[in-house]
């Protein structure tokens, strides 16, 4: 399986992480809304981020297996055997 996202995509997604929290602090400051409304939101919202953290670290993890798969393929051999 080839991987289809550069370093600079990787960290894009990682940053989106925090920028999804910092946008949703922007908006309930400027909308004024109700403190239950503002924490459904938060906790969607930290669901959201933590989701685009698990796929960046899914990302990772597989850029790495196939970094160490085309180091090591004569290993590959002996195990699909």
């Known amino acids: 399986m080839e991987i289809l996202m ?20 922007q908006r309930e400051e ?7 409304y503002r924490a459904e939101e938060r906790a969607w919202l930290h669901k959201r981020a933590n989701d685009h953290y698990a796929q960046a670290r899914d990302i ?17 051999d002996e195990t699909s055997l």
């Open 30 to 36: 400027e909308a004024g809304k109700t403190p239950r």
């Open 60 to 76: 990772r993890e597989r850029i790495r297996a196939a970094v160490l798969d085309r180091q090591c393929p004569e290993d590959q």
């Open 6 to 25: 550069t370093d600079d995509e990787l960290k894009a997604l990682e940053l989106s992480y925090e920028a999804t929290i910092e946008r949703a602090q």
